[in-house]
């Protein structure tokens, strides 16, 4: 058990819905990390959260949003789901607000958007 | 968009070989850090190197970092069928917050 969190597992769900990916980062970790990773795309940086204020933004499509609340937990919107969206989404949490001493991951979930 | 780009894509050696995996990246960076992801698993950290350190070592691994070529070398020695994972490295380019991954080398260890 790595300390991070997420829920659920495994989602299935049709086009045009709506999910929530939820995340708890390490105890005393106070920057979230959302991530996709696809078979052909490999891992894209989605979006960073450090102590509930959003600070970075990567390739994150205007139908997915996130939030961390102020208890740190994370939670990862997706709307309007296409069939292109399923993969695993990981979360990571690290001390601090950068990568600079390594992310600690969670076990992920794995969409598919049938 | 990829920063560290690893290679080879795959890599197949038998038990208690050495295994090299490469990685090349196109920026300045802070930090280059090497994590091990078994099937369909969360990633696991391995190791870290700055930009100011050109090797270092944790137990079986070694990693090596030339800046002036811009790419990193992880080194698994004496490999076990354990070490049988895939293996990405991640780039923390100077100025930014997060962590760019490769695509990564899928390493069997054959028993």
């Known amino acids: 058990d790595s300390g991070v969190t997420q829920t659920p597992k495994h989602l299935i769900t049709a086009t045009g819905q709506r999910v929530t990916l939820r995340c708890s980062p390490r105890s005393g970790d106070l920057s979230v990390y959302w991530y996709q990773q696809s078979l052909d795309q490999g891992l894209q940086f989605l979006i960073q959260?450090?102590?509930?204020?959003?600070?970075a933004k990567g390739n994150i499509l205007e139908r997915f949003s996130a939030q961390q609340f102020p208890d740190l937990h994370s939670e990862l919107n997706l709307s309007s789901l296409e069939l292109g969206d399923s993969a695993l989404y990981f979360c990571a949490s690290s001390a601090q607000g950068q990568g600079g001493y390594g992310y600690t991951f969670g076990s992920g979930t794995r969409l598919t958007v049938v | 968009s990829q920063q560290g780009e690893e290679d080879p894509q795959a890599l197949s050696i038998q038990e208690g070989e050495n295994a090299t995996m490469n990685c090349s990246y196109k920026t300045s960076i802070n930090n280059l850090q090497w994590y091990r992801q078994n099937s369909g698993r969360g990633l696991v950290h391995l190791i870290l190197i700055r930009s100011n350190e050109r090797e270092k070592h944790s137990g079986r691994l070694r990693v090596t970092l030339d800046t002036s070529k811009k790419s990193s070398s992880l080194l698994i020695t004496a490999s076990r069928a354990a070490d049988t994972a895939s293996y990405f490295c991640a780039t923390l380019e100077a100025g930014s917050y997060q962590l760019t991954f490769g695509k990564g080398t899928k390493l069997s260890v054959i028993p």
């Open positions: 959260y450090y102590n509930g204020e959003e600070r």
